[in-house]
């Protein structure tokens, strides 16, 4: 029998709390994350994921939030990692509806679910390049400055995007050529970037903000829904 049995339970309390509060995750921590260099990885950009399951050296970010609406929406994975030729990534997305509209020009995938990639040199988003791409891989992509002037005629033509619809959601796969992220690099005197990455989920082909979900992998300091401000990217840097 326990002498003292409140002491014991105290105890167990205390490491039960210890081993299973969540560690700080790459968007939460002040650190400031690094996509790796990964020379040697084989990567097909198919929208199959099984060549990346023996990689664990990965910039991964597995928690995204919703700033400004419903937290229960499906899980949101991103992954990258370059080779000094191509900055890999893809997002595995969960969605049990898929909402896309028609695709017959760029501005469509606007109109639907897509995932988000946007980049910068700057912290003040002087000049930015955002990358949505919708579940059938079909691209918006444009180059912005800040606030919201949007150059719809610009496209990086060497962008390659794959996909894969499932039966619970979507895979994005890509690569960017790192002769486009050098060129960024180059414009700031300390070798890094500012990453925004984002997710649009729609319940119908009705534009309505109430019920388009925005998601991000931080939060914006914004009261309304708005990833084109400073505040919605972080500092990334490229391994070496």
Request: net charge negative.
């Amino acid at each position: 029998m326990l002498k003292n049995p409140k002491t014991f339970l105290f105890t167990f309390i205390l490491l039960v709390g210890l081993f299973s509060h969540p560690k700080n995750t790459i968007a939460q921590s002040t650190d400031t994350p690094i996509i790796p260099f990964n020379k040697g990885l084989s990567i097909t950009i198919d929208g199959n994921l099984s060549d990346w399951n023996n990689q664990n050296n990965l910039f991964s970010v597995n928690q995204f939030i919703s700033p400004w609406g419903n937290q229960n929406f499906g899980r949101t994975i991103f992954k990258a990692f370059h080779d000094g030729s191509y900055f890999y990534f893809y997002f595995d997305i969960k969605d049990n509806n898929i909402v896309e509209k028609k695709f017959e020009k760029e501005e469509d995938v606007g109109r639907g679910d897509r995932g988000e990639i946007f980049l910068s040199a700057y912290s003040d988003l002087r000049e930015y390049y955002c990358f949505e791409i919708s579940p059938s891989a079909k691209v918006l992509d444009y180059r912005a400055s800040h606030y919201r002037k949007f150059d719809y005629e610009w496209d990086l033509e060497s962008l390659e995007v794959k996909s894969k619809i499932k039966t619970d959601g979507y895979i994005l796969e890509g690569r960017i050529p790192m002769a486009f992220i050098k060129g960024l690099l180059a414009s700031n005197s300390e070798q890094s970037l500012y990453l925004g990455l984002f997710r649009g989920e729609f319940d119908s082909m009705e534009w309505d903000e109430k019920t388009i979900n925005w998601i991000s992998w931080i939060r914006p300091t914004s009261e309304k829904p708005d990833f084109h401000i400073p505040s919605a990217f972080k500092k990334v840097q490229f391994g070496q």
